[in-house]
C-alpha cells in the first residue's frame, strides 16, 4: 500500500540528485537576473531594492514564491527560473496590442485554483475563495499554454464573478466529459490528464457526482498540485487515511505548481473542509 502511494502520488521527485548549496534572497535575486538576460532577450530586468523582487519591462514581480520553490527543488535552477518568467512574462507581455473582448475571452475562459498569495503578488483576479489561503482563479486557454485574468481584465470587461465563473466551469466541464479515473487502490481513485486543469476539475459538479457514485456522497479528497486531484472514501482505516493525508503534504512540498496540503471534503452539492 504505502508503496502505491509513493509512485503514484510523489510524481515531482527527482531521485539521486545530489544535494547543493543554495543562495540567500540577494543572490537569488542576482541569479534570477542573470538568468532572465540569458535566456529571455527581449526584456528589460533589473533588480528591485527589495531583494525579494524583480523588474521586468518595469513590471515588479515578487520573488516570494519562486524563492520557496527554488530551496526544496533538486531539479536544474535555471530551467526553474526560465519556466517560471516565461509564463508570467507571457501573461502580462505577450497580450495583443487591442484588448482582447469579453466576447472571445469568454469562449477559451478556464478556472484554475491557486494561492491567494500568488494572486496577490502577480494581480491575478480573485474569485470565489476555496479552502484555507485559496481562491478560484480564471485563466485564458491558449494553445502553447494559458494566462492569468489579471484584475485589469476584469475591470476592462466589466463583468461579475459569477459570470466568469458560469463560463469557466461551462468550458472545462466541455472538455472533461471523458476523463478517465485513475484507480490507485479500492476506495481510492485520481485524475491526472496533465493537461493543467486536474484538481481544479474539483468543481465540476458533474464530475463530482461521477466520483460520489464510486465512493460515496461525502468523500475526501485532496489538490496537492495542478495537475493531479485524489480523491479517496471516508470509510477507509484512519491508519490508510493519515498515510495518504502524510504523502498529499510531502507531495506539496516538492517541486512546481502546489496548491494545497489540506484535504477537503466534497460532495455531489459541493465541497467543504474537513
Known amino acids: 500500500m504505502n508503496r502505491i502511494f509513493v509512485v503514484l502520488l510523489t510524481f515531482c521527485l527527482s531521485l539521486g540528485a545530489e ?17 532572465l538576460e540569458k535566456r529571455i532577450s527581449d526584456v528589460n530586468v533589473r533588480k528591485a531594492d527589495d531583494k525579494r523582487a524583480v523588474y521586468i519591462n518595469e513590471i515588479e514581480y515578487s520573488l516570494s514564491n519562486l524563492y520557496r520553490l527554488y530551496r526544496t527543488s533538486t531539479g536544474n535552477d535555471e530551467e526553474l527560473i526560465f519556466d517560471h518568467f516565461e509564463k508570467a512574462i507571457r501573461m502580462t507581455e505577450n497580450q495583443p496590442k487591442s484588448a482582447l ?26 474569485g470565489r475563495i476555496f479552502g484555507n489561503d485559496l ?6 486557454n491558449y494553445k502553447d499554454g494559458y494566462r492569468y485574468v489579471l484584475e485589469e481584465n476584469q475591470t476592462s470587461w466589466n463583468v461579475s ?57 461525502d468523500f475526501e479528497f485532496a489538490l496537492p498540485k495542478r495537475d493531479f486531484l485524489i480523491c479517496w472514501s471516508r470509510s477507509l482505516p484512519e491508519d490508510v487515511k493519515i498515510r495518504l493525508a502524510e504523502q ?19 460532495s455531489r452539492e459541493g465541497i467543504r473542509g474537513r
Open 19 to 35: 544535494s547543493k548549496i543554495k543562495f540567500d534572497e540577494k543572490e537569488f535575486q542576482n541569479l534570477v537576473v542573470t538568468v
Open 101 to 126: 473582448s469579453w466576447e472571445k475571452a469568454k469562449t477559451i475562459l478556464m478556472p484554475q485554483i491557486i494561492r491567494q498569495e500568488y494572486a496577490k503578488e502577480n494581480r491575478i483576479y480573485q
Open 161 to 217: 464573478e459569477e459570470e466568469l465563473f458560469r463560463n469557466a466551469i461551462d468550458n472545462l466541464d466541455r472538455i472533461s466529459r471523458n476523463v478517465k479515473f485513475l484507480k490507485v487502490n479500492s476506495g481510492i481513485l485520481a485524475i491526472r490528464m496533465q493537461d493543467s486543469y486536474d484538481a481544479t476539475r474539483i468543481l465540476l459538479p458533474k464530475l463530482r457526482e461521477r466520483i460520489a457514485k464510486r465512493l460515496g456522497n
Open 248 to 266: 498529499v503534504d510531502s507531495d506539496f512540498q516538492s517541486g512546481a505548481y502546489s496548491i494545497s496540503k489540506e484535504v477537503f471534503v466534497g
Open 135 to 140: 481562491v478560484v482563479s480564471f485563466v485564458l
